[in-house]
């Protein structure tokens, strides 16, 4: 039985399933089956193929005996090299050994980019070669041959393949091969998509899909944060290839780009290193509290009447990017949305249109999730109490009706008298007196809704019209003043409406002002008349003023008394100026000349002697 040796040139082993010759079973492409046929003698129809034709072929880096020999029916494209080989096999007489000489392909084991030509020599070192030929799948151009060697031109090189060139020298046939490697990039670099938003503390599985791009054993796929490497991986066979890494999301995560990138190395065929990026996606992040958001609303509210609605969540991240939806049944409210660092605040106003039980909702909704409060509202009806007087303003002696009413069930005191029953008014009668100006009446009502008492209150103020009024008590009748001293004339009047007061002089009636301070003068003395007018009528005081000079004898002494006090002032004055003086001339010196020692010592007279020393 035939041992088959197989190698791969990068590319996979076809098995092509034979049809039509029943037991022949597979048949291997024509260039990558070498036969050592020690033991092919047992099948007959080799026998009679091969004829005792062997030959030692000289290939890569041993001798072996090369036979191509089918299993089963071969492609079309195989019959025409198969039957050339196996006729050179048959040929080729047993036990020729192989020469010193080569068979060279070149290039030997290229690398070319996908859909490139390639021009390929096969040259042999034999002075007498012959025979030279290129076995390949792929399409193949003649494009010159002389002594010793032939060149062909592959076009539209697509795949991995391997390359067989044969030759004849001196009668024996020789082989060589060389794998050709394609290179392509990558058809699609695609960051799988992200999700919308991303728990913080949550693991996120980042999935970078490529397809295309060869030869995969050096391709490999780098997972990236913003230009930070997060981990790389293999590309590996499948297709698409599909490379996963996992991170930890953060809050610095939050608006951040992630990517995925291939990168080709092809340094160690003498190429370089290419990179292919796909386009970023930006990942989001948040953060939800597992609290709900604290809703602080009115227990009860009276319909028709607005109030504030205030809905809080503190731990959310990013706060700015929540939506927050505030709803009085199924009203929605107008909320005004204020966000500092982690915690979210609506506000809105709300108003309840009829009686019941009112819902308030307050829902707060990031990155998926929500967190929702539902507070009750107790909406009703409170009328009044309503405070009203007969005449506002009543004159003095007239008769005043002060009336406190409310809605039904409310319950209504007036200046501490309770009504009747509930849903009753309560009066109050008074006839009106000067007392009575601008007194207050004040008004409760009380309601129990749903067992609580709500409390409301009114006043009023009455005023009654009546006449001025002097106040005697405050207004003196009899005054004594001395003169050239300053005084108020403290006297008031009350009325309703306020009345104007004046005081007059009688005779003169020279206006006394009242309630601001002046200077009292001699001539001021005499009676006066204060009168308090307005449209009620007037009111007349007589007062009398007696303004006193001051006494003669005291202010003759007094006078003397400042006049001693100024000459005696003026006497220690000049005392004083002469005493300084002359002590200052006493304190002067004086320079003595001493006398010539050689004159005689005579007596002189005095005029003599100044003349002398004057000289």
């Known amino acids: 039985m035939c041992e088959t040796d197989f190698w791969e040139a990068g590319q996979a082993r076809r098995d092509l ?259 292919n990026s796909s386009a970023p996606r930006k990942l989001r992040t948040f953060a939800m509290p597992m609290i709900p958001p604290r809703l602080v609303v009115p227990r009860f509210s009276e319909v028709g009447t607005s109030w504030t609605v205030d809905c809080t969540l503190d731990g959310l991240f990013p706060a700015s990017e929540a939506q927050v939806q505030l709803a009085l049944g199924d009203q929605m409210l107008n909320a005004t949305v204020v966000s500092h660092a982690d915690t979210l605040t609506a506000t809105a106003r709300a108003k309840a249109e009829q009686e019941g039980t009112q819902e308030i909702v307050c829902n707060v909704t990031l990155g998926g999730e929500s967190r929702e409060t539902r507070e009750n509202v107790k909406a009703h009806s409170f009328q009044g109490p309503n405070l009203t007087l007969s005449e506002p303003n009543a004159t003095e002696g007239t008769t005043v009706t002060v009336t406190c009413a409310a809605g039904p069930r409310v319950q209504v005191t007036l200046d501490g008298v309770p009504a009747a029953a509930p849903g009753q008014p309560a009066h109050l009668q008074l006839n009106a007196t000067a007392k009575d100006d601008r007194r207050t009446f004040f008004c409760n009502a009380a309601l129990e809704v749903h067992g609580v008492i709500l409390h409301r209150n009114r006043s009023v103020q009455l005023r009654v019209l009546y006449g001025p009024k002097i106040d005697r008590a405050k207004c003196p009748q009899r005054l004594t003043w001395k003169d050239r001293t300053m005084h108020i004339l403290q006297c008031q009047a009350r009325g309703n409406p306020n009345p104007k007061l004046q005081c007059l002089q009688e005779g003169s009636m020279f206006k006394l002002p009242v309630g601001i301070p002046f200077l009292v003068r001699l001539n001021y003395s005499g009676t006066y008349y204060c009168q308090a007018a307005s449209s009620r009528g007037t009111d007349i005081l007589t007062v009398m003023m007696d303004v006193q000079g001051r006494n003669p004898i005291a202010t003759t002494i007094v006078s003397i008394a400042l006049g001693v006090l100024t000459i005696l002032g003026l006497v220690i004055f000049v005392a004083a100026l002469l005493y300084v003086f002359g002590v200052q001339k006493r304190r002067d010196i004086y320079h003595v000349r001493q006398s010539s020692t050689r004159l005689p010592l005579a007596p002189k007279q005095p005029d003599e002697a100044v003349a002398v020393e004057l000289s």
């Open 17 to 275: 399933i034979g049809e039509g010759t029943p037991g022949l079973g597979k048949v291997w492409p024509l260039d990558f089956c070498i036969l050592n046929c020690g033991g092919c003698a047992s099948f007959p129809w080799v026998t009679r193929l091969l004829s005792g034709a062997q030959s030692l072929i000289k290939a890569t880096s041993s001798y072996r005996l090369a036979t191509m020999m089918p299993s089963g029916p071969l492609p079309r494209a195989c019959w025409t090299s198969f039957i050339s080989l196996l006729l050179v096999c048959c040929l080729l007489p047993p036990g020729t050994q192989g020469q010193e000489f080569q068979l060279r392909v070149e290039p030997q084991n290229p690398v070319v980019p996908a859909g490139e030509s390639l021009l390929v020599n096969c040259s042999i070192d034999c002075p007498s070669a012959e025979l030279i030929s290129l076995e390949t799948s792929l399409l193949k151009e003649s494009v010159g041959s002389g002594l010793s060697w032939a060149a062909f031109h592959l076009s539209n090189v697509t795949g991995d393949t391997q390359l067989l060139c044969s030759g004849f020298c001196n009668g024996s046939q020789m082989i060589g091969f060389s794998n050709i490697t394609v290179y392509r990039f990558p058809e699609r670099v695609e960051l799988a998509p992200l999700p919308p938003w991303q728990p913080v503390g949550r693991r996120l599985i980042l999935r970078c899909m490529v397809s295309g791009g060869a030869p995969r054993d050096h391709l490999t796929v780098v997972l990236l944060r913003e230009e930070k490497e997060l981990g790389r991986q293999p590309a590996g066979k499948g297709e698409p290839a599909e490379v996963t890494v996992t991170v930890l999301a953060t809050r610095d995560d939050h608006g951040a780009n992630f990517s995925c990138r291939t990168e080709l190395d092809l340094q160690s065929q003498g190429l370089g290193l290419y990179q």
